[in-house]
């Protein structure tokens, strides 16, 4: 038995705030809306990954979600101009990740990273 894929899902009544967070500023595709469920995500490539974390690193709180992307500060900058208030960041850490963090529509704290 194999592992193919993780979803995290988030409940809400709004799929067009999710699809104006993850879609619209953040990028992703959307695989499949069929009204009731809406999901988002890469058409290129998916990896299996789970973190189970005591903290979030840094002395921040654990996120929701972490996702990465190849550049951070324009995601930053997006994020910004689509008004979604920045929580922690933008800090280049010791494990060299760039980041921060953000609140999805839902109230999800959703850490935004790439690798240095």
Same mark, same amino acid.
């Given at each position: 038995?194999?592992?193919?894929?993780?979803?995290?899902?988030?409940?809400? +009544?709004? #799929?067009?705030?999710?699809?104006?967070?993850?879609?619209?500023?953040? =990028?992703?595709?959307?695989?499949?809306? +069929? =009204?009731?469920i809406l999901?988002? =995500? #890469?058409? $290129?490539?998916?990896? @299996? +990954?789970? !973190?189970? %974390?005591? $903290?979030?690193? #840094?002395?921040?709180?654990?996120?929701?979600? !972490?996702?990465?992307?190849?550049?951070?500060? *324009? @995601?930053?900058? *997006? %994020?910004?101009?689509?008004?979604? *208030?920045? $929580?922690?960041?933008?800090?280049? $850490?010791?494990?060299?990740?760039?980041?921060?963090?953000?609140r999805d529509?839902? =109230?999800?704290?959703?850490?935004?990273? !790439?690798?240095?």
């Open positions: 038995m194999k592992v193919k894929r993780i979803v995290a899902n988030i409940a809400t +009544q709004d #799929s067009a705030a999710a699809k104006h967070f993850y879609q619209d500023v953040l =990028g992703l595709d959307v695989l499949m809306d +069929q =009204g009731w999901t988002c =995500g #890469s058409a $290129e490539t998916m990896t @299996v +990954q789970v !973190s189970f %974390m005591a $903290e979030g690193g #840094s002395g921040t709180p654990v996120p929701d979600l !972490s996702i990465e992307v190849d550049d951070v500060d *324009a @995601v930053l900058e *997006a %994020m910004m101009a689509a008004g979604f *208030a920045i $929580e922690y960041g933008p800090a280049d $850490e010791p494990w060299r990740v760039r980041r921060f963090y953000v529509p839902f =109230g999800r704290l959703v850490n935004i990273l !790439s690798h240095r």
